[in-house]
């Protein structure tokens, strides 16, 4: 009887080291393009990426497709990758989405903050406020990030908190741009030490309003911007 012979399994170890390359490699290009260097449009070429990382295609083309995901690039057939462009639906649909479930969050969640979150809120306020003057750029949208979760933490919604969380890690290419292109550096320390303020004071209902104030300000700001960005471009 001629028994079957079945080809080795793939070792899960190439697999996994690949997984790890191309995390990598996503990491160091969704800096790049959240700080700027890759701007909207600019081509990225799995050969030339490769060359640069020292690595095979494979993992440069599953990061690239890791980043499609984020939004941050476009993957189109027979052309490749590019970094992909700010638009004004984005823009609406993702801090409409935020306005709307935010607030609902800090209303259930703000009378349960303790001292030990204010304390950890005004510590990141400070290195965020630090952070913002010495123009480390990398840090603003992380920091923004932990200060809003931190402040939902007690809702007891997480799929809603999971949702949030999701688009504050969207939002965090428009943070940046907001906060490095407009003004809106000042208004940004201005309203979240005063959101700290009203929780603190029990002042729920106007720490809701003044959240969805600040939200819906930056989507606004944002969209005036790509607006400019357009007519500047169209007058070219």
Known sequence: MKLETKSPPKPAQKSLQHRTIAAAVAESLRERI????????????????????????IPVREALMQLEAEGLVKIHPHRGA?????????????????????PRLLEASARQLTSDDY????????????????????????????FHMLLYRHA????????????????????????????????????????????????????????????EDVARSLQAYIESHQRINGSR
């Open 34 to 57: 959240l700080d700027g260097e890759f701007q909207a449009g600019f081509p990225l070429r799995q050969d030339a990426l490769a060359s640069e990382f020292g690595v095979s295609r």
């Open 82 to 102: 590019i970094v992909s462009e700010l638009s004004m639906e984005e823009v609406q649909e993702l801090f409409s989405l935020r306005a709307l479930l935010e």
């Open 119 to 146: 304390a950890k809120l005004n510590r990141i306020l400070q290195e965020y406020s630090a952070e913002l003057r010495a123009n480390h750029v990398r840090r603003w949208g992380e920091l923004n990030t932990q």
């Open 156 to 215: 007891g919604q997480p799929r809603t908190l999971a949702i949030v969380a999701n688009l504050l890690q969207e939002c965090d290419r428009h943070t940046r741009l907001q906060l490095s292109l407009t003004d809106g550096m000042k208004r940004a320390e201005t309203e979240h030490a005063e959101l700290v303020r009203l929780c603190e004071n029990g002042q729920i209902a106007e720490a809701c309003s003044l959240l969805r104030t600040h939200i």
